[in-house]
């Protein structure tokens, strides 16, 4: 347990914002799958993309990192037995793996660790044994599952998470017969399901969009590929919001054209008033006077509510963030932590059955933020220091290392007065 504090300081200067964690997940499964030799770079060794990593060389992959490159043989790839699959916190790997593993015959024993063994993954306890695999669980993990995923129509809502979507449209190609995903509500973290089916596309493999869903077609074949990883723009928003704050700060190594839908913060940094310029490969971000609170539906953008938040307090009248449920079901309920956060620092934010209402002062006291084992409220907390009077003390700051272990490292480089009290 890490617990840092940080003296208020405003953030100024350049930060390379590290490989996109969405993306380098999509690439090692598609890579895997190719059945030959790929390299994925730049990647950045998350304890998420760690996960992933051991997961595939549980499927007979062999992976090997040199500097930030990820070379993976997967001609060996086993096509029946039994492994185990430890997808440590990462909801990404549990949920793109467990079709993935059944559509290549092997039986699988999944387990993972923190709150990952609560979240949901019913969708899939619904379908999978109508398709062929049978699972055994007591209702999250450890999770069992037996048999071949077998082709045919998937029927499941859209707001619960994209991750079961993404699972499968990577699963579905490699079965015998033709599949159709059918969505029984609208999909919320669209963004997500495009970069899954772009990813796809560089591998080789086509997933058509339909008025119903995804038709997938069977019988297809991921051809190995050397994958270049996009810079991940929800990373990207904790220091975009700290730019907004005053200062100035350049963020580079992001793609404007990246199907992520993280990249909408440009936008939403725009509507609570900073100025933004937006170049072939960097954002730059100043603030210009007072930021106004904003109104935010985020059922496509789940990852940025906590630092929106933030910037909501440090901006001045309502902030209303709405279309948020999922929330509860990430690394912590974070419609509570962030709420707590906040408020733990003196700002004014309160919570509602689908998202947050933030009554915004431009600034707030400081204090004792938990971060509750989860990284973005971590990082959100961080970036809430820059508007606070006060020292901000900051729990479990080591939870960075599930998406962004560098994230202290590159604060400081840009000004952030960072010291860790204590470490054990
Ligand atoms: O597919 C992905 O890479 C992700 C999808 C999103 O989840 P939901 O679709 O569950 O909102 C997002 O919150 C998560 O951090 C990463
Ligand atoms: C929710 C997240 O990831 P995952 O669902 O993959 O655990 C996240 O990175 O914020």
């Not at 072939?280 to 935010?296: A, Q």
Request: hydrophobic share 35%; net charge neutral; proline share 4%.
């Amino acid at each position: 347990m890490t617990t840092v504090q940080i003296t208020p300081a405003k953030l100024k200067g350049t930060v390379t914002i590290p490989a996109s964690k969405s993306d380098c997940h999509r690439a090692i499964i598609c890579a895997t799958l190719s059945m030959g030799k790929c390299t994925i770079s730049p990647i950045t060794l998350s304890q998420d993309i760690e996960a992933t990593i051991s997961c595939v060389n549980a499927l007979g992959a062999k992976t090997e990192v040199k500097g930030d490159t990820l070379t993976i043989d997967s001609s060996h790839l086993f096509s029946s037995g039994r492994g185990t699959f430890d997808c440590c916190e990462s909801g990404s790997t549990l949920r793109f793996l467990i079709p993935v593993v059944s559509a290549l015959g092997i039986s699988g024993h999944f387990v993972g660790k923190g709150r990952l063994p609560q979240r949901p993954i019913g969708i899939y306890l619904d379908l999978l044994p109508t398709h062929g695999v049978e699972c055994e669980t007591e209702g999250g993990l450890p999770l069992d599952t037996k048999g071949k995923l077998q082709s045919g129509t998937y029927s499941l809502p859209g707001n619960v998470s994209s991750q079961f979507v993404t699972g499968l449209l990577l699963a579905l190609p490699l079965l015998d017969g033709d599949s159709k995903i059918v969505l029984t509500s609208p999909l919320e973290s669209v963004g997500y399901v495009n970069m899954t089916i772009d990813t796809m596309k560089r591998f080789g493999v086509i997933v058509e969009e339909t008025e119903y869903g995804y038709f997938v077609k069977g019988n297809q074949h991921y051809t190995p590929h050397d994958y270049t990883v996009q810079g991940d723009w929800s990373q990207a928003a904790f220091f975009m919001v700290a730019g907004a704050f005053g200062g100035e700060i350049t963020v580079k190594g992001i793609d404007p054209n990246s199907t992520q839908g993280d990249r909408e913060i440009c936008n939403l940094i725009k509507k609570f008033g900073a100025d933004i310029e937006i170049g072939t490969d960097f954002v730059k971000v100043k603030n210009k006077g007072d930021l106004r609170g904003i109104n935010i539906d985020a059922s496509q953008i789940p990852d940025l509510v906590p630092v929106l938040a933030v910037c909501g307090s440090g901006a001045y009248g309502v902030t209303k963030i709405y279309n948020a449920e999922r929330l509860r079901i990430k690394e912590s309920d974070r419609l509570k932590t962030t709420c707590e956060a906040i408020n733990n620092l003196g700002g004014m934010v309160a919570e509602v059955d689908d998202g947050l209402i933030v009554q915004g002062a431009g600034m707030l006291n400081g204090g004792k933020a938990e971060g509750c084992n989860d990284h973005r409220i971590v990082m959100a907390s961080a970036v809430a220091s820059i508007i606070s009077r006060n020292k901000v003390t900051v729990t479990d700051a080591q939870a960075i290392n599930k998406s962004y272990p560098n994230f202290f490292e590159d604060f400081k480089k840009l000004g952030g007065n960072v010291n860790v009290i204590n470490n054990r």
